[in-house]
């Protein structure tokens, strides 16, 4: 899979690194060309200098054949803008944005962009996000019969109830990660793009609930 990513900083160059080092080809922007000294004399893939929200800069990076998109510069707005422009003209399924600001979240979330506070940023969120690969054991019970683990649920669930996942998987929602943050849904809660599912399922049917979950949700239905 391509990935182009904006910002060739700590986060950036990390996360670029990572992403070639599994397998994936990869093309970074910066405004600075010395940034991408970060990189090292062993990445392989595509460094571009120039605004990452310039449509012939984002195309000169590959933009077109992309499947994922990071906007992890030092700028709010212009990550937004980035992704925006990722997500609108170029039609990029995966786009995240970094935010410095967190109560800007809301409404970046509202545009369809997954977007992270800085203070809670890592390079493992940006992958989990940019390219979400089955589900993540995060915890078993003794007997190992028993796990939380975390899911990526396919794109039409979101906008649905979260109880739909518990009624159509028979596992159970434990909780979910919004904007970084963790929160206990209910009745009421509605999955929203970027949102980290994590569910309590017994271990032998994760596989069965990882696969409904890899789908539409109209398709368990009918």
């Given amino acids: 899979m391509h990935v182009v990513i904006m910002g060739c900083g700590r986060v950036g160059s990390s ?8 397998g994936h ?3 970074i922007i910066d405004q600075a060309r010395e940034a ?3 990189l090292g004399p062993d990445f392989k893939g595509t460094t571009v200098t120039g605004v990452g929200f310039d449509r012939d800069i984002l195309r000169e990076a590959g933009i077109e054949k992309a499947e994922a998109f990071a906007a ?5 707005n212009s990550n937004i803008l980035a992704a925006r422009v990722a997500r609108e003209m170029f039609n990029v399924e995966k786009v995240i944005a970094r935010i410095y600001d967190p109560g800007r979240a809301e409404i970046y979330q509202r545009l369809g962009i997954p977007t992270v506070a800085t203070v809670l940023w890592t390079t493992d969120q940006i ?3 940019l390219i979400p690969e089955g589900s993540r054991s995060e915890w078993r019970d003794a007997s190992g019969i028993v796990a939380l683990c975390e899911m990526h649920p396919h794109k039409d669930w979101y906008g649905r109830a979260i109880l739909l996942i518990d009624a159509l998987t028979h596992a159970r929602v434990a909780f979910i990660t919004r904007n970084g943050s963790g929160m206990i849904p209910d009745e009421h809660t509605v999955l929203q793009q970027g949102d980290l599912v994590h569910v309590m399922v017994a271990e032998k049917d994760t596989a069965r609930v990882e696969a409904i979950l890899a789908q539409s949700p109209e398709g368990e239905r009918s």
């Fill in 15 to 22: 996360l670029a690194t990572e992403l070639e080092a599994a």
């Fill in 36 to 38: 991408f000294r970060r």
């Fill in 25 to 27: 080809s990869v093309s």
């Fill in 72 to 76: 992890v510069s030092n700028g709010d």
């Fill in 127 to 129: 992958l989990r996000n």
